[in-house]
């Protein structure tokens, strides 16, 4: 599939494709099992590779949410920033989150006062723009489903996760183990050991389950217009 294309796709559509890359690669972790599973020759060095393949799959989990999450947001800000003319009509949510576009540089590296309120001055009464903060997440670290719950409460939106996905919390433990890994504190085969592809297929299912609600409802929020005050 080429690029072009994935890029006509909607949120969802992208999200699937992603989603299915991670789900052949845990089906490949299935069969080289079934293959290996009978100790001989090959045994243990094709075990060792398996088991440190399946640590990798935290990762591919993890970057295929953040994904979804990212493409989501971008998208809303996106229709945000196409159809809102006034600052005025944004829930606060949104007011704020634009305004901490423009300031945060200033306020994080330290600033001059007077230059500070020069630019506040130019800013009110506010201009609807990201600026470099289009595609920044909405929080600090990683994505979990508690930063994600807590983010669709913010921006006003009925959105809940259905109750098979477990309210997502499959993913905070996808994001430990995935931080796990890329920070050298374990390595992948002591990390691919703890848990079996069967195990890890199930939590995909949950996440992709809760992410792919999610999508649908920022989809509708979106479509609703539900980013404007009243």
């Not at 006509?8 to 079934?34: G, P």
């Not at 949104?94 to 330290?110: K, S």
């Not at 199930?202 to 980013?227: A, H």
Request: hydrophobic share 40%; charged share 25%; glycine share 6%.
């Amino acid at each position: 599939m080429t690029a072009y294309w994935v890029a006509q796709m909607c949120v969802e559509e992208r999200f699937r494709v992603r989603a299915r890359d991670v789900s052949e690669y845990l089906r490949s972790l299935q069969s080289l099992e079934r293959l290996h599973h009978v100790p001989g020759r090959r045994f243990y060095r094709a075990t060792a590779a398996i088991t440190a393949s399946r640590a990798s799959a935290f990762i591919m989990i993890y970057n295929c949410i953040e994904f979804g999450a990212r493409e989501a947001l971008v998208e809303l800000r996106q229709e945000i920033l196409a159809n809102v003319g006034s600052f005025a009509a944004l829930k606060d949510y949104w007011r704020e989150e634009i305004a901490r576009a423009h300031f945060r540089d200033r306020l994080t590296q330290g600033t001059n006062y007077e230059g500070l309120i020069r630019d506040v001055a130019r800013f009110v009464p506010g201009v609807v723009d990201w600026r470099s903060d289009l595609h920044r997440l909405p929080f600090p670290g990683n994505v979990d489903n508690e930063e994600l719950l807590r983010f669709v409460t913010r921006i006003g939106s009925p959105w809940r996760p259905p109750r098979s996905c477990l309210g997502g919390s499959d993913l905070a433990l996808i994001r430990q183990m995935r931080n796990t890994l890329a920070h050298g504190t374990e390595t992948f085969e002591t990390v691919g050991s703890q848990f079996s592809t069967q195990d890890m297929t199930e939590k995909f299912r949950r996440v992709r389950t809760f992410m792919v609600s999610l999508i649908r409802g920022l989809e509708r929020y979106r479509m609703n217009r539900q980013y404007h005050r009243n």
